[in-house]
């Protein structure tokens, strides 16, 4: 593309212009520029017109043969090209401050992802988090989801996906790339529509799946299963399809632009063919149109299937030896093959070639059915209608269905089928009746062989029987916000919600389930039922200026009582068949409803009370300047959820003056707000209202007094109060081995932990003293002991919850967030907090310097086999650790420590940590998903002492070569979204410096796993080597370990790979984007069609040797170990793009079908000098590129295919410098745009040069 221009300024002249290019061309080809103007002359002599391809490039042009640039609109995609003219693939662009994406393929991505963008339906790029589109990560938690937007389903991440009971209403979109095979079942799901946008997949649709629409942008395979009813209506063909393309969902309609062949075999109403190409039918299609853009197109009709009809508006070639119907021939051009049956030929008057009628249908003799009209031949057209739409039943609800049969004049006999006998079943006449839960299809039949159907739903509505307001009237002020509450029957009843209306809106109308109150006046207010009853109901509403007052005084007929003042709003209404004072200040914020009484006479003033309210709007009640506040209601959807409440207050002798507020703050509250007053009464020290208090508890473990005396409350015992009398209650342990656990509720509930505790007998109590045996403890927050991890979990106590005793778990337990869990390592230890980040907080410090200290378990956890222990708080595995000492002493366990004896799982998930110094032991598993996190204590081994890590640090050379994580003993697997993390002391300068080191972690981890893969380490029995697998891809990256105050960040470095790990990558990509050292012992395994790169400028060695230098310190000495290597499998592949040394084993499973793909960039390296410690000073190691153990001169720019024949290795090298040079982009994917380069090939490619090397 650069030379463009040398190859033609020395033929052509100013004075040249396009109309001579032509006779120029016969002797040159190429490109011409013309005053800035490029175009391109092809070798026959014409000017290249829509595409080209030259030198791996595709070009654009537009009629008059001008080189295009910018956007391109060709068919139903978009392509972009370069200000060179070069078409852009796999690059972003920017245009008008929208960025679009622009794939391999060179289209434009439409209903994409990329990068953590949306790419939308006009292609602009949108941040995903901000959409309403769901990329799929566990396909069991979106069962029986709805998605608004897209989703997106990457076949690269597992072999097979399923989606079951999942609505998507927008587009279901499969993406991949474009060489992994892959399989996606949709089960029982709602989809608006489907877009296959990568290659070799099949997406089967299976049961109840309802799909509207299917677009075939890449080659793919949609199938139904057995079990599959439904049909498509409509599949779209795409021009970027290739090789062949095989419908097998029925459909209503299906077009083509492709030029891939086309294979039908499910019946379809009608095809279009917009582009040429072959059609193979072999179902039945209602009708074939060949559109003008479609010419040679060939349709090719097998036995025993049927076309309707084809419209032929372009030539075509009928072949096959099925039947066609009619052919309608609108020009010239149209065969038929001798085989076909072509019963009737329409053709357009200006045409004159045709195919004939064969084997014609003989007249008919007679008879009634069907017949036709006049003497016409027309036949007579019949249509079958359910009038009734789809239909939700109540199990036992009978519903009668009605079909026509269009004309009128038709045979009206109709026939009725139900496909699930058990959720519905339907008479002769259509009558359905409801048996059991689901959904079925009703289809009705008539005689001229139509079908119509409709769907059944059957749920489990229990309709309601009557319906009817609180209250017929209600009285408001204006402005004020109501809900209106009704009662129904039966209670059982489960779908009670009402659409409410009001007849006069501009008095009072609804906003969402409120009514506002708007003008002083009345408005009919009507509630019309949803759950298929046909119910309504009616209320008056009306509304009332603030200023009106109530007559109360008619409410007060006590003599005693009178009423001095009253400010509004207060209203009279009945509720529960009484008469009550009630407001309702909804909607009025920092308003007071009171009332003022006064009462002559020592005794005590009462009243009933109604309170639905929250904190903030609240009953206060002021006696003689004395303000009791009453802040118990709280927010229920009918009268029957409020407690009916009675308070007492006691009066002194003479006039006693109460006042009684209803206050409602500023809290815009959108809640039913009401306080409903009545039964006001004066009662004498005689009549004084009194309730009863009972306490239970278990005399053996411990006793109860009240009010300070000596004597205890006898057990299960009531004890009478006056009503509101506060009683101060004590427990009290019977001796050191019984504990206090906290007072209960009738409900069981934990209501205090305190010993000492104050209650006010506001109605008939009974409360419960809860003593235990310490040996049935189970947990403590502080002081407060529990029996349970629940009754901790519930406890609104502050502080960690500790393991008090050794415990199984025989059944699943969530820790919640929230709260901190710790197995301690001693009885002092309470734990601490491992989530602070400002100033982090770590387990206890060693302070032996023993190489062999005596350290025992202090308490244990245990998981029972089959449990699970789901940890979404904290979970502390405690231990003391370090050594006080610098040099190359290991900071391992040097202390007592807890233990979590793991048989079951421990899933760690939704932001939960579990932080270990101590141990997990077991034949159980950890499972981090969802943002988990798991802390190990990491070990470092072979460190050089602080001054030699120093002289290490400036040379640039990883202070150490060995470190272990192994306090979790048990098999871990990560998925994408977890965090497996080692926590790191070393002391130096007198003291312990700690930081956290990222192992594995999707955004500053050592290892980043890519999206949907997942990680597996497994220990060996003795802890001599850890065995990690990964699955799906992910990127070698960089992390920071600061130890002793040097901050190692591992992109400064070689970093060491310590020989006792063996890594496995199955599937997907792993890219190295920092340096490694694989150390002798290592290995590294690549299978399942995994791809290995090495990014340009990074470094990755495989130690073949490595004896430690005698200078370093004793005990630091890394041990003798055999040779490290990479042994690749067949199908896999290894982009070396930075230097690259070390032994590469084929394994014997490569084979000419599947060998092992290695390719080398232009930068490429295959020489590594790697330094290691000599002392204060560095070696310099040299390592080579080997292959099966012996060198092997990689070049710079080449591919090589390595393979096993006749158990020789064959190494086929390919100098890619010698092919077609890669021009922007450098991933074609061997596009194919539109037809040209189907037409016109790839004329400059050049032969590839070839050579083998034979490796006995």
Known sequence: MKNKKAKVSVLLTASLVLNYLPVIAKEYSGWVNKNGTWSYVKEDGSIAKDWIKDNDCWYAFDDNGAMRTGWIASNEHWYFMGESGVMQADAWVEDNGARYYIKGTGVMAKDYVKDGYELTEDGKAIPLAESKSVVLTDQKALEGEVIEGNLYVDVTTAKALELKGVTVKGKLVVIGDNKTAGKLTITDSKIEAISTQTRNIEVVLSGETEVKTIVLEETAAVTPDKSFKGEVEKIEVQSTTKGEIVIEVPAQEVSTRTYASVDIQAPVESLEVKTDTQIKVNADVKNVIVTESAKDTKVEVSKGSTVGTITADAPVKIEGNGTINKVEANVDGVEAGEDIVVKEVEKNENVTQAPEVSKPEKPSTGGTGGGSTGGSGSTMTYSLTIIENDQIMSIGEEIQLNAFVKPATANQAVSWKSSDTEVAIIDENGLITAKGLGDCTITVSDTYGNKATIKITVDNTLKMTSLKPYVDKNIVVKGAKVKVYYTFMPNEANRTELVWSSENANVADFDGDYLI????????????????????????????????????????????????????????????????????????????????????????????????????????????????????????????????????????????????????????????????????????????????????????????????????????????????????????????????????????????????????????????????????????????????????????????????????????????????????????????????????????????????????????????????????????????????????????????????????????????????????????????????????????????????????????????????????????????????????????????????????????????????????????????????????????????????????????????????????????????????????????????????????????????????????????????????????????????????????????????????????????????????????????????????????????????????????????????????????????????????????????????????????
């Open 517 to 1256: 109150a708007k003008e002083v006046g009345t408005a009919k207010i009507k509630g019309i039922s949803q759950d298929r009853s046909g119910l309504t109901l009616e209320y008056t509403l009306e509304v009332i200026d603030a200023s009106s007052k109530p007559i109360l005084s008619d409410y007060f007929t006590d003599e005693k009582i009178n009423v001095v003042n009253s400010e509004n709003p207060f209203a009279v209404s009945q509720a529960l068949n009484e008469d009550w004072l009630k407001s309702t200040n909804e909607g009025i914020d920092s308003s007071i409803s009171e009332l003022t009484l006064t009462v002559n006479g020592k005794g005590y003033l009462a009243f009933d009370y109604l309170l639905s309210s929250e904190a903030n709007d609240y009953l206060k009640v002021t006696v003689n300047e004395a303000v009791t506040e009453i802040k118990d209601g709280n927010e229920v959807p009918t009268f029957e959820g409020i407690n009916r409440s009675t308070r007492q207050f006691a009066l002194s002798e003479g006039i006693n003056t109460i006042t009684i507020s209803y206050i409602k703050d500023e809290t815009n509250s959108k809640g039913f707000d009401a306080v409903w007053l009545g039964n006001f009464r004066y009662l004498d020290e005689a009549t004084a209202e009194k309730r009863n208090l009972t306490i239970n508890y278990n005399s053996e473990m411990g006793k109860v007094v009240a009010d300070n005396e000596e004597a205890s409350l006898t057990p299960n015992q009531a004890y009478q109060y006056l009503l509101d009398q506060k009683v101060n209650l004590k427990a009290v342990p019977a001796g050191d081995e019984y504990v206090f656990l906290g007072w209960r509720n009738e409900a069981q509930e934990i209501i205090s932990h305190a010993e000492n505790y104050t209650v006010v007998v506001n109605s008939n109590m009974v409360l419960e003293a809860s003593f235990a045996k310490k040996s049935d403890c189970v947990a403590k927050i502080g002081n407060q002991i529990f029996l349970s991890f629940d009754d901790a979990f519930k406890s609104d106590l502050l502080g960690n919850i500790i393991l008090l005793n050794d415990i199984t778990l025989t059944e699943n337990l969530v820790i919640p967030e929230g709260k901190t869990v710790v197995i301690p390592y001693s009885a002092e230890d309470v734990g601490y907090d491992p989530r602070i980040e400002a100033e982090p907080e770590y387990n206890a410090d060693g302070t032996t310097t023993s190489k062999n200290p005596v350290i025992k378990t202090f308490r244990e956890l245990t998981i029972d086999t089959g449990v699970e222990l789901n940890v979404k708080g904290t979970l502390i595995i405690n231990g003391i650790t370090g050594r006080p000492a610098a040099g190359h002493y290991n900071q391992d366990n040097t202390g007592d420590f807890g233990q979590l004896n793991l048989n079951g799982t421990l899933l760690i998930s939704d932001y939960g940590l579990v932080d270990c110094a101590g141990f997990v032991k077991g034949s159980g598993e950890v499972v981090l998903q969802d943002d988990g996190i798991l802390r190990d204590l990491y070990v470092v081994q072979n460190w050089r002492g602080g001054t030699t890590a120093s002289f290490m640090y400036l040379f640039n050379v990883y202070p150490m070569n060995e470190a272990d994580c192994q306090n979790v003993q048990v098999p871990i697997t990560v998925f994408d979204n977890g965090s497996y993390v080692g926590s790191v002391k070393m002391f130096a300068s007198g003291e312990y410096h700690k930081t956290r080191f990222p192992l594995i972690d999707k955004g500053n981890g050592l290892i980043r796993l890519a999206d949907g893969a997942s990680l597996q380490v497994q220990r060996a029995e003795d802890l001599t080597k850890t065995y990690i697998s990964m699955n799906g891809g992910g990127n070698a990256a960089e992390s920071s370990l600061n130890v002793a105050g040097s901050n190692l960040s591992t992109k400064n470095f070689i970093y060491p790979i310590d020989g006792d790990i063996i890594y496995t990558l199955r599937n997907g990509l792993y890219t190295f984007e920092n340096n490694f050292k694989f150390l002798t012992g290592s290995e590294l395994y690549v299978k399942d069609g995994a791809n290995i790169t090495l990014n340009e400028g990074k470094t990755l060695v495989f130690y073949d040797n490595f004896v430690d230098r005698t200078e370093n310190l004793s005990g630091t000495l890394y041990p003798n170990r055999a040779p490290a290597f990479i042994m690749m499998y067949e199908g896999t592949s290894f982009d070396i793009n930075g230097k690259f040394a070390g032994n590469i084993q084929i394994n014997e499973s490569a084979d000419i079908e599947s060998p092992v793909i290695i390719s080398t960039g232009e930068k490429a390296g295959f020489v590594v000098n790697s330094k290691e410690a000599k002392g204060k000073s560095t070696v310099t190691l040299t390592f080579e590129a080997m292959v099966n153990g012996e060198k092997y001169a990689f070049k710079p720019n080449c591919q090589y295919k390595l393979y096993y024949e006749n158990d020789n290795l064959v190494i086929e090298e390919v100098n890619l410098a010698e092919t077609n040079a890669i021009v922007e982009p450098l991933d074609l994917e061997e596009l194919q745009p539109e037809k040209a380069e189907s037409k016109a090939g790839d004329e400059n490619e050049v032969e590839k040069a070839e050579t083998e090397t034979i490796i006995e």
